[in-house]
């Protein structure tokens, strides 16, 4: 007797374990795992550019060496609000600056004021797209200088 009620319990065990397996609520998992595959893959098509930082001087020279007084570069999407930031340190930065991964679109660059403050920055509104890549495969952005001691 004892055999057969452990058989039964045996049974209906590996039904209740093999019928938990097949649940719809793992079909569903798997059919967002395949969309959430292709979302990524869309994504990654996505065209990311390479961003190089340089500084304009006030009297208008372009520069992509030296170090500056520089916290770190911003690039700010004006249609989402999302900034890439570059971080270099907490003040001296030598030039240039890069930031690797920036989707398409327009932006404001700017620069953030270093620990010693010893230069302010403006800030320069552009496009970025395939258009803007130069001979070095990036896009450069100078970032004019507003005043320094």
Known sequence: MKRIIFNTLSLAGFVLVVSAC???????????????RVVSKEVSKTAMYHIRYGLLSQNGTKTLSGSYDVGSFVATNTAT?????????????SL????????????????????????????????????????DGYVTVYIPIAWEE
């Open 81 to 93: 609000g999302e900034s890439f930031e570059t971080y270099g340190g907490s003040g001296l930065q």
């Open 22 to 36: 097949s649940s719809d609520n793992d079909l569903m998992m798997d059919s967002q795992s395949k969309s959430n």
């Open 96 to 135: 240039p600056q890069y930031y690797d991964g920036i989707p398409a679109g327009t932006y404001t660059f700017t620069a953030m004021q270093g620990q010693g403050g010893w230069v302010g920055y403006g800030s320069v509104t552009g496009t970025v797209s395939d258009a803007q890549i130069d001979a």
